[in-house]
Nanobody, 120 residues
Framework: QVQLVESGGGLVQPGGSLRLSCAASGSIRSIYTMGWYRQAPGKQRELVATITSERSPNYADAVKGRFTISRDSAKNTVYLQMTSLKLEDTAVYYC??????????????WGQGTQVTVSS
């Protein structure tokens, strides 16, 4: 079994910062692309940022210059550093990863989500 566990969400004022973490655990052989998505109330889930196993990042236009994605391969963990947060960043943030397990099964996994609320 493989699971993704997010942490780091919370309430922050506009202009503030938060750091999200997502750790993958279980019978992992390899992790390829990892990323963050978010879903605001009444809206579809959308891409925030992804990072490949070669650490090549990709960002949604809405977060470029404010968010930074990184990963620690030794810890099977991906991070999202969020700065200059805006009201419209309020959403449930989901971790996502492409993982091959020890039985060579390739699966796309989702975390359970962590709430980020930007409010004054």
């Amino acid at each position: 079994q493989v699971q993704l566990v997010e942490s780091g969400g919370g309430l922050v004022q506009p202009g503030g910062s938060l750091r999200l973490s997502c750790a993958a655990s279980g019978s992992i052989r390899s992790i390829y692309t990892m990323g963050w998505y978010r879903q605001a109330p009444g809206k579809q889930r959308e891409l925030v940022a992804t990072i490949t196993s070669e650490r090549s990042p990709n960002y949604a236009d809405a977060v470029k210059g404010r968010f930074t994605i990184s990963r620690d391969s030794a810890k099977n963990t991906v991070y999202l550093q969020m700065t200059s947060l805006k009201l419209e960043d309020t959403a449930v943030y989901y971790c996502n990863a492409d993982i091959t397990d020890t039985r060579w099964r390739a699966t796309n996994y989702w975390g359970q989500g962590t709430q980020v609320t930007v409010s004054s």
